[in-house]
């Protein structure tokens, strides 16, 4: 994009157009001129939109293709909400009813929570394609979201990505409206302070989860399914000897698509999934200190409201201003709660929240339900073997260590990212038989012999680990108030997707 320098870009207007190939549809937030045909133009026409500013047209994508269709959502909500969806096969572009229901059970706990608004229309974005998914992208009238072509078309595939349209959408509330004073800057050439993405991502990290199982993208026992996995892996992150929460914001730029290797020691973008740990915290102990009268929710229509509707609008905050607006709710010493949390260096996880939910962090021999559900739906790939939380080893199915756990048995055995397992106690690798020799080793002396190549080089290499496996589960604490079951019920009387059709005996 290029604009004139030393200006705003706030203050630059400009008028966007666009020309498609003859038949495909247009998906954006930017509001089309006049009465023409839109989303899908006419043949070799072209589609004019309202003058807007150059900050807008960076914030405004546009999707187009030719297997298009546009579904209005949520009629009864002003203003109104759309989802647009391009797809490389005609019947992937029309969504299933389950997931148009959960989309319109999604605005209406998006209306519920923020009580506010900061667009004129929301679009999502959708793009179901396994040449050009992968992707979320925040915007403050629309976000772009991309996912294999058939990552939505039943539940057990959905399970992956629930959270994600879910996430994105609070963005436009936490992130595009209010955002950290260091991360507005007045044109796309100031270089952005990541120093607060823990609210800015952390805490949409929270209410994408929140919202995905208030909205039915997910059940309430697959939410802590995977709040069990996400805290086991942050719980099990030696970088946390050396390196901050604080310090993956401050380094994002730089962990952001870094090799996996090692990551365990060198941490990832960790404010994310951190900052959903101490977030869940944050929302118990309110309900702690108020008999569940009060909640993060409150703090939502203070922190995220203010100012009531507007249009698109970008209001920077400071770490004051969350202080004194926690405050608000309940008062706490919010200031250090969060420096605790944020810039000490804490060897263990924040599980602070998942207890006073009711709830507890083990460990059992078979994974949680919802994790063998990835599993089995991940694309060949992408599956894995997972022994991280025993032996201390991700792999790909064929047997490449993708990464090794720092001070892990198989570190200990000097394993490392990159080199293949050929073979396991004399058979050829498989994903089966390493985790029979899992089992087997449990309780005995003899070690896991494995057959290693790295590079040309073979070596044999002996694991001694004798625990069995090990995957994470919440188990419920009895008699204690179960205030994660609170968290994850609908503020409004959530939508039931169409019966299906009976089927004749
Ligand atoms: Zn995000």
Same mark, same amino acid.
């Given at each position: 994009?290029?604009? &004139? ?37 006419? @043949? ?93 992208? !925040? ?78 993208? !997910? ?190 048995? @198989? ?78 019920? &609908? ?15």
């Amino acid at each position: 994009m290029l604009y &004139p320098a030393n200006t705003p870009v706030h203050d630059i207007p400009i008028q966007p157009s666009v020309i498609v190939p003859a038949g495909w549809g247009i998906g954006t937030a930017l509001t089309p001129m006049g009465a023409g045909p839109y989303p899908v133009p006419a @043949a070799g026409s072209t589609t004019h939109f309202a003058a807007t500013n150059v900050e807008q047209l960076e914030d405004s994508p546009v999707i187009t293709g030719q297997y298009f269709h546009e579904f209005p959502l949520a009629p009864t909500i002003t203003p109104r909400h759309f989802i647009d969806v391009v797809a490389d096969y005609p019947e992937d572009a029309s969504l299933r009813p389950e997931v148009l229901t959960a989309l319109n059970n999604l605005v209406r706990e998006g209306d519920a929570l923020f009580a506010s608004h900061h667009y004129n229309a929301y679009h999502f974005l959708l793009t179901l394609s396994d040449v050009a998914g992968g992707e979320g992208l !925040e915007h403050g009238q629309s976000s772009d979201n991309g996912v294999d072509e058939k990552e939505l078309s039943d539940d057990a595939h959905q399970l992956a990505e629930a959270e994600l349209l879910p996430h994105e959408f609070s963005h436009s509330w936490n992130g595009k409206y209010r955002r950290p004073a260091g991360l507005y800057q007045p044109d796309f050439a100031t270089p952005q302070q990541g120093a607060m993405l823990w609210v800015y991502e952390g805490m949409t990290q929270y209410l994408g989860n929140m919202l995905a199982a208030r909205s039915g993208f !997910e059940t309430p026992a697959q939410y802590r399914d995977l709040l069990a996995m996400s805290a086991a892996d942050l719980d099990y992150k030696p970088g946390r000897d050396w390196r901050s929460t604080g310090d993956t914001a401050i380094a994002a730029s730089i962990l952001r698509g870094s090799s996996p290797a090692w990551s365990n020691w060198k941490r990832e973008q960790d404010y994310y999934r951190e900052g959903n740990l101490f977030w869940l915290d944050a929302d118990t102990l309110i309900r702690k200190l108020t008999q569940n009268k009060k909640s993060l929710d409150d703090f939502q229509k203070i922190f995220l409201a203010k100012g009531g509707n507007t249009g698109p609008l970008i209001v920077p905050y400071s770490f004051d201003e969350l202080v004194q607006d926690l405050n608000a709710v309940v008062p706490y010493d919010w200031a250090a709660f969060l420096h605790d949390r944020v810039d000490k260096i804490n060897p263990r996880a924040d599980l602070g929240g998942i207890e006073q939910g009711g709830y507890k962090l083990v460990y059992k021999d078979k994974p949680n339900p919802s994790e063998r559900t990835i599993e089995a739906m991940a694309a060949p790939r992408s599956r894995g073997v997972d022994s991280w939380y025993s032996l201390g080893l991700r792999n790909w199915t064929e047997g490449t260590i993708i990464d090794v756990r720092w001070k892990s048995p @198989a570190d200990k055995a000097r394993l490392a990212p990159g080199e293949k397992i050929i073979a396991v106690n004399g058979q050829i690798f498989s994903g089966d038989a390493f985790l029979a020799a899992i089992r087997a080793a449990k309780g005995n002396s003899e070690p896991i012999h494995l057959i290693v190549q790295a590079d040309r080089f073979v070596s044999l290499v002996d694991v001694d680990y004798h625990d069995g496996e090990r995957y994470p589960v919440l188990e419920r604490v009895e008699g204690a108030p179960d205030y994660l079951d609170d968290i994850t019920k &609908p503020l409004t009387v959530p939508e039931k997707p169409p019966a299906p059709p009976k089927k004749d005996e």
